[in-house]
């Protein structure tokens, strides 16, 4: 990820932005920005797996977009006070679809779902400029 923009707001929120493009480490990056911004957030009684859960959705959301939604993409994380949204934004039209999963053929078809499972809630948005927002909200 390119330099992560930090921003704090009021009312117990963080947020960081970090756009990236399709590379070998696109996403081991997006995963490393995750890392960071949960750490920041330094909340010593959180259990590990939820760490764990808001990483392995980031990892699926940022995969998906770098390969469905035109290659390149935004990561927004936002800490509310029980919740850390997951966004990605990119400029592909087509929307994440459940799907049989390919146990056989290695086509995927298992991340849309179990981010579905993870979450408190998912959507997606399309945006007036074009393309569209994925987003998760995980318990923290």
Do not use: I, Y
């Not at 704090?8 to 960081?16: F, G, P, W």
């Not at 799907?99 to 959507?123: C, E, H, I, K, S």
């Amino acid at each position: 990820m390119d330099d992560p923009e930090t921003r704090v707001t009021l009312m117990n929120m963080m947020a960081v932005n970090a756009t990236t493009v399709r590379s070998t480490t696109a996403v081991a990056d997006a995963r490393d920005t995750a890392r960071a911004f949960l750490e920041c957030l330094r909340q010593p009684a959180t259990a590990p797996d939820a760490a764990d859960t808001v990483v392995l959705v980031v990892s699926e959301l940022v995969t998906n977009a770098l390969r469905h939604g035109g290659g390149s993409c935004t990561l927004e994380l936002t800490a509310h006070p029980d919740t850390v949204e997951v966004a990605v934004h990119d400029p592909g039209r087509h929307a994440p679809r459940m799907r049989t999963p390919d146990l056989n053929g290695g086509t995927g078809g298992f991340g849309w779902p179990m981010v579905n499972r993870l979450a408190r809630g998912t959507a997606v948005t399309r945006r007036a400029s074009g393309g569209k927002t994925v987003s998760a909200r995980l318990a923290w």
